[in-house]
């Protein structure tokens, strides 16, 4: 039974449509991808593992790329560079403009990736928004907290210069 199952799945999973990537250059295949959403999530794992001048010389290539040929792939491989790369690269304004060229007969997972770019865009946007919120609170925070301490400072010595006054008056009393 267990022997069946294994096999129903290594079917099923054959069965996926696989999508052929070609070279930039030519009309043959280079590699077979199983859906559009590996690819995607590869080339992104790949774009992490890069130090900064390849991640410079990755944003030229694609922009060069996406000059000679503005096709679907290469504006999202320029707009996953651009939205989710290392910061010396990271460029979310242009990233947005790109997203929203999509053309509307893209597939399903390059538009599902578009989304979701657009959607990590849009809530780090929110996040900064907020970051710069609660930066300023702490700050009139601090100011609070350092006028209280100076009050409490101050309302401290009176205390003791009080103290010091009742001190000889109450020797004489005794």
Not at 12 to 23: K, T
């Amino acid at each position: 039974m267990r022997n069946y199952l294994l096999l129903i799945v290594v079917f099923l999973y054959a069965c996926q449509p696989m999508a052929v990537q070609r070279d930039a250059d030519s009309r043959v295949p280079v590699a077979l991808r199983v859906d559009d959403a590996a690819y995607w999530l590869e080339e992104w794992w790949r774009l992490r593992a890069l130090s900064p001048e390849q991640n410079e010389q990755a944003l030229e290539r694609r922009q060069q790329e996406f000059a000679r040929r503005p096709d679907i792939r290469s504006r999202l491989r320029l707009a996953l560079l651009l939205a989710e790369g290392p910061a010396e690269v990271r460029d979310e304004r242009r990233a947005l403009k790109l997203l929203q060229g999509l053309e509307p007969h893209a597939s399903a997972s390059s538009r599902a990736l578009a989304r979701l770019l657009t959607q990590a865009i849009s809530e780090k946007a929110g996040a900064s928004d907020k970051i710069v919120v609660l930066k300023q609170a702490l700050t009139e925070s601090e100011v609070r907290v350092k006028e209280l301490e100076r009050q409490l400072q101050e309302l401290t010595n009176i205390e003791q210069s009080i103290q010091k006054r009742e001190t000889p008056l109450e020797r004489k009393e005794k």
